[in-house]
């Protein structure tokens, strides 16, 4: 069954630093979106994308986030300069019909 | 502003039994609304779907209820099992030509089964 896949599991970073998220959407689908989720918290979206551009943004997708999907296949969330409160789960999806497919995440922690 | 309200103490129940999880929310008019399941540090799963002018939809042991009126969604896990054990997110999605598939998450309800 095809399925969203997400590199790294798992991202140390220090403060200040870029980070690169990567996920590859299920190959067919055409909305991809990243949400996050801070530990103990709820899901929050970040941005959708479509037709290679941005379709939606939340307020947490400030000017130190961009979205990138660089070929065919890799959807990237990029962070310019980590912050502390940037440690989260990242979870990118992709969506056919009204089901959104979500990836096993990236743990991004930001030191 | 828009809210969405999931009963956030765990839900213990006896295997076998019928699991119900509530979705309530205020502020909001979704076009649907979806259920997910989440296990610790993993992904959410995507469960089921039900539109605004369906009342009820039935997978498998699941079973999903939509009320606009009451602005509620009800979640049944019938003849639950301790692999049914997992936190239960739901999530609306708006109408309209500005829809581009945002989800709005509630906090999740975290089920427990006891053999």
């Known amino acids: 069954e095809p399925e969203v896949t997400q590199t790294p599991s798992h991202q140390v970073t220090q403060m200040g630093q870029e980070v690169i998220l990567r996920c590859v959407p299920i190959?067919?689908?055409?909305?991809f979106y990243w949400y996050r989720q801070i530990l103990g918290q709820k899901v929050e979206f970040l941005v959708s994308?479509?037709?290679?551009?941005?379709?939606?943004k939340s307020e947490i997708f400030d000017d130190q986030f961009s979205v990138e999907r660089p070929d065919g296949s890799n959807f990237t969330l990029k962070i310019r300069s980590t912050k502390l409160e940037d440690s989260a789960m990242y979870f990118c999806?992709?969506?056919?019909?009204?089901?959104?497919?979500f990836g096993p995440g990236t743990r991004l922690t930001v030191t | 502003s828009q809210k969405i309200e999931q009963n956030s103490e765990a839900l213990n129940i006896q295997e076998g039994k019928t699991a119900t999880l509530t979705c309530n929310y205020t502020?909001?008019?979704?076009?649907?609304l979806q259920w997910y399941r989440q296990d610790p540090g993993r992904g959410p799963v995507f469960l089921l779907l039900?539109?605004?002018?369906?009342k009820e939809k039935r997978k498998e042991r699941l079973k999903v209820t939509f009320d606009t009126t009451l602005k509620q969604s009800l979640f049944h896990i019938t003849a639950s099992q301790p692999a049914d054990s997992a936190t239960y997110l739901c999530a609306l999605g708006k109408r309209g030509s500005s829809n581009t598939g945002k989800l709005i998450f509630g906090q999740g309800t975290t089920l427990q089964v006891k053999p």
């Open positions: 190959s067919n689908h055409l909305y």
């Open positions: 999806a992709s969506k056919e019909g009204n089901e959104q497919y």
């Open positions: 502020n909001y008019s979704p076009a649907y």
């Open positions: 039900i539109r605004e002018n369906e």
């Open positions: 994308f479509y037709n290679n551009e941005i379709s939606e």
